[in-house]
Each structure stands twice: as structure tokens, then as C-alpha cells.
């Protein structure tokens, strides 16, 4: 009887491993060595409510999308390109068609932003809210639509598995990249487009 029922046991703790498995929807952080140490982010991005973020971005989906949308036109797109048209960097992630190496869902990808991960370098000069809103077109535009299997699914249990915050960082200030250039000691440094 006892063989029996120790039998019983292992079958129940597999069993409990498989279903935990298949319902693990949570970040797990990645094992990389990013651009930019930990140390050297600003300090709000220790306290970033990046659920909270996530949540509004799913209540504005339209507002969300269309700053993302103008993010990625005015900055990613001169490397990355798109599905129509090469970057200038062949060697940049193509969202459309490339694996994920850092990780496929929001949080990761906010950390290759932020911190940067390979030839990407982190991207100082957006808010928390504006990487969110970049990844969010990134993902509505590229890979849901081309990319399906790298599409991860944003779920309570996900969200409840995010480092915990109280800030939404820094507001977004309107930027206009002739104004804000450092024109340096050559007048060619003064041309925009």
C-alpha cells in the first residue's frame, strides 16, 4: 500500500510541475550581459511602476500606438527599417522576423532599451512611458501581424511577476532634434535632414 501510494505522490508532483509550467506566464530575467550596468541607470528607474505603465498603455491602446508609432518613425526606423525597407544597419533586430535574445515579452524588451544589448545602444533620451509606447507599436504592428511565435501574451499572472514601483519616471517633453543638437565645430553637424 505504501508503494502505491508513494507512487501516487510522484505521479501528483509531475503532474503539478507540467500545469505550473504551462501556466508560468511570468518574467524571468534574462542571463545577458547588457551595455549598461545596472549602476549607471538613473535612479528613477529603480522605482518604475511598470505594471502600472502596462495598464494604461492597455486602457490608451490608440494613444499608445500612435506615440509609438512616432517614436519608431523618428528613431528606430533609421536602423531597424521595416518589412518594405532595409536600415541602415543590416545587422539590426528585424521585430517582423527575428528570435528574441534578450526576451520576447515587454519588460525585457524594455530592458534592451534601456540598457541596451548588443549592437543597441540604450536609449537615454526616452521616458519609461515612451519605451512602453514603442514597444507597444513594435509588437501591434510587427509582431502580431509577421512575427506571431515571438507575440507574448500580457497577462494578470505576467504583470503580478514585474518589479514593483511607485513612478512612472520623468513626464515626456517634446523634443525637436535641430534644436537640441550639439552642432559641434563642423557646420555639417548643423544639417538635419
Not at 9 to 29: D, K
Not at 92 to 107: E, H, I, L, N, Q
Not at 172 to 186: A, T, V
Amino acid at each position: 500500500m505504501a508503494m502505491k501510494n508513494k507512487k501516487h505522490l510522484i505521479i501528483l508532483s509531475y503532474l503539478i510541475i507540467i500545469v505550473a509550467a504551462c501556466n508560468n506566464n511570468s518574467y524571468t530575467p534574462p542571463n545577458v550581459a547588457f551595455t549598461m550596468d545596472e549602476s549607471m541607470l538613473p535612479a528613477y528607474e529603480k522605482d518604475i511602476d511598470h505594471k502600472g505603465i502596462l495598464n494604461t498603455i492597455q486602457r490608451n491602446q490608440e494613444e499608445a500606438f500612435m506615440d509609438g508609432k512616432k517614436i519608431y518613425n523618428s528613431n528606430c526606423i533609421n536602423c531597424h527599417g521595416t518589412p518594405k525597407q532595409e536600415g541602415s544597419l543590416p545587422t539590426a533586430f528585424k521585430y517582423w522576423k527575428d528570435s528574441f535574445k534578450v526576451g520576447k515579452d515587454p519588460y525585457a524588451i524594455y530592458q534592451t532599451l534601456t540598457r541596451g544589448y548588443g549592437g543597441m545602444p540604450p536609449q537615454t533620451a526616452l521616458t519609461p512611458t515612451e519605451k512602453y509606447n514603442v514597444i507597444h507599436y513594435i509588437r501591434e504592428e510587427f509582431i502580431l501581424k509577421q512575427n506571431k511565435a515571438a507575440y507574448f501574451n500580457i497577462d494578470s499572472n505576467y504583470l503580478a511577476s514585474l518589479p514593483v514601483g511607485k513612478s512612472k519616471g520623468p513626464s515626456s517633453i517634446k523634443k525637436e532634434g535641430w534644436l537640441e543638437m550639439d552642432y559641434g565645430n563642423f557646420l555639417i553637424n548643423t544639417y538635419d535632414h
